[in-house]
Structures are given as C-alpha cells and as structure tokens.
C-alpha cells in the first residue's frame, strides 16, 4: 500500500478556518477549539494526507470536529514542505511526488509526532488522545495504535500499511477501536486489501461490528437515494 498519483491531487475547498497555529513540543500545530464545554483532557490528533497545513482543506475539516466538541490538532508533519497549493493551479507542472516522499519517511515524520504527543502528555494534561489520519497520516494512526498512545482510531484511504501483516498485527495487539472508511477505486488501498482489513479486522459476531458496518451500509444507501 504505497501513494498513487492520485494522493497528490486535490481541490482547494472554501472557507476561512477558526483555529490558530500554536507550537506543541517544538511543533507548529493548528489547533482547533470546540466553542462548547468538552473534556480538557482529551484531544483528537489528526494526521493529515501531504497537504498538510499548507491547504485549508484539512483546518476546515479540524473546525468540523471541534464544532462537535472534540478539541482537535494538526500537526505540521511536514516541517513546513506539505505539497504547496500552488501544485494544484490548472497550469502548474506535474509534482515530482516520488521526490517528495523521499523527504518524508518515517525517520522524519515519526519524531515530530512524537515530539507533540511528549508535550501535551506532559505540559498540558491530556490523558486521552483519538487518531484520525488521512492517506498517510493513516500510517501513523496505526502506529500509534500499535503502541498504545491513542485509545480510538480512524483512518481514510489509509496508505503505506501492509496488507495482511498490519492487520493482523492491529488484531492481535491493539485495544483502540479503529474505522476504516475507504472507497471502491483506490489504488493505495484497493478493494482486495479492503476485503483482507474486513476478513481480519470484522467479525461480525461483535455487535459493536456489525452495528459499525450496517451504519456505513445504511449511509451509503442513504446517500444514493438522495443523489441517484
């Protein structure tokens, strides 16, 4: 499970996001406020696809959480180098991305993270913290996991896992709950390693499984009666 192409396109969505840049152990860090009571212990990390912080796309989706109460932060995992918007312009020339990614394995990612969650264990009190990542942030959500420092995962057209040795490990190794919402053409996370995530992960004896997968059934019916 690798990047595509595709993981390197994107359009630029409209809005003005809410939340500021703060630095969290050495890290610059967009965080976004509930503007409700939540939990000040609490927070949700999300690990962004190589956009980064550098489109308002994921600040805008880091707003949604915290509208719904979750005190969410986006680290800069990237070091400033997310793909720039100025990649995505109609007549810009094609993005090198194999280059890209050569500045970005795990030797550079994992140390920031790191880094961030160190701070807020440990300057500003957090005691829970839930993953969401987004193509290859979906990595490191699982790694996280695998370790024991997020208690609930979720995870989009995750890339850079290894079917079925990621899955296999998360069974026999992680407690967080983890969702995995994919899609029917994605060549970083195709259907027959979908089928592989589903075959090892869902057991459908679970209620909390089977609930899980008949409300992801349930929404895409629902979907296609409004639009179809």
Known sequence: ???????????????????????????????AMPNVEYPKDKVVLFLTDACGLGLPNNKLLADDFARNGFKTIVPDLFSGDAVPESAFEPDAPPFDWQKWVTRHGAAETRPLLDAM???????????AMAGTGYCFGGRYVFDLAL??????????????????????????????????????IDQ??????????DTILGDMNDPKVKAGKEGAFK??????????
């Open 1 to 31: 499970m690798s990047f595509c192409a595709d993981c390197f396109k994107a359009v630029v969505h409209e809005g003005t996001p809410k939340g500021e840049m703060v630095e969290i152990g050495g890290v610059q860090c967009y965080v």
């Open 117 to 127: 969650v160190a701070a807020l264990q440990d300057q500003h009190g957090v005691v």
């Open 147 to 184: 370790e024991g420092i997020i208690t609930v995962a979720a995870v989009a057209h995750p890339s850079l896992l290894k079917a079925p040795d990621d899955f296999e490990k998360y069974l026999a190794t992680a407690t967080a709950p983890l969702l995995i919402n994919s899609c029917t």
């Open 188 to 197: 970083a996370f195709p259907p027959e390693m979908q089928a592989q995530a």
């Open 219 to 228: 929404a895409t019916v629902d979907w296609f009666l409004e639009y179809l």
